[in-house]
T-cell receptor
């Protein structure tokens, strides 16, 4: 079974500052992938960044980076230089890379980020 | 050249009706999904298909029936709609590894 925990229902950040959104996970899969998605108020689900459990380096995509700490089972999203357009819900998700767990993404409850001008 | 497209975007219908939501992906992915997002924004998987075969069928009422005519399509048919079915339904697709890509969502309102 897979479980994703996002403990921050809401976060505020000043424009141009960096912010970290927390995500911890639990799984019995030996290898897995971790994902972050953004859902703006318009409703679409936008893929941001991916980290494989076997990757040695933390993933980065532009202003997004994933702080992956395997021993602590955490996969925090760091957004640098926040912009007003970053205001949205952010979901952490995971999927196993083998067996039945590879056929579903399990999501956390999300964190609502508000960027203050 | 939309990657995952689902129609309609909005669906308002009366209790007891039957409705369908269509989903198509042009990414060449083998796996397709249906997710339900409730009013608290929680995303829960309903079904997962791989190469047209049902892999995951979560605790979903029998009134919900997915159909995958081919790898690129996964439609969702809902019989005898109830008020509690009101939600946003997302179709998504993925390869075996890597991210899932989502359709725009269908906001279903049952009145």
């Amino acid at each position: 079974a897979q479980k994703i925990t996002q403990t921050q229902p809401g976060m505020f950040v000043q424009e141009k500052e960096a912010v970290t959104l927390d995500c911890t996970y639990d799984t019995s899969d030996p290898s897995y992938g971790l994902f972050w998605y953004k859902q703006p108020s318009s409703g679409e689900m936008i893929f941001l960044i991916y980290q494989g459990s076997y990757d040695q380096q933390n993933a980065t995509e532009g202003r997004y980076s994933l702080n992956f700490q395997k021993a602590r089972k955490s996969a925090n999203l760091v957004i640098s230089a926040s912009q007003l357009g970053d205001s949205a819900m952010y979901f952490c998700a995971m999927r196993g890379l083998s067996g039945a767990g590879s056929y579903q993404l399990t999501f956390g409850k999300g964190t609502k980020l508000s960027v203050i001008p | 050249d939309t990657a995952v497209s689902q129609t309609p975007k909005y669906l308002v219908t009366q209790m007891g009706n039957d409705k369908s939501i269509k989903c198509e992906q042009n990414l060449g992915h083998d796996t397709m999904y249906w997710y339900k997002q409730d009013s608290k924004k929680f995303l829960k998987i309903m079904f997962s298909y791989n190469n047209k075969e049902l892999i995951i069928n979560e605790t979903v009422p029998n009134r919900f029936s997915p159909k995958s005519p081919d790898k690129a399509h996964l439609n969702l048919h809902i019989n005898s709609l109830e008020l509690g079915d009101s939600a946003v339904y997302f179709c998504a697709s993925s390869r075996r590894e890597g991210p899932a890509f989502f359709g725009q969502g269908t906001r279903l309102t049952v009145v």
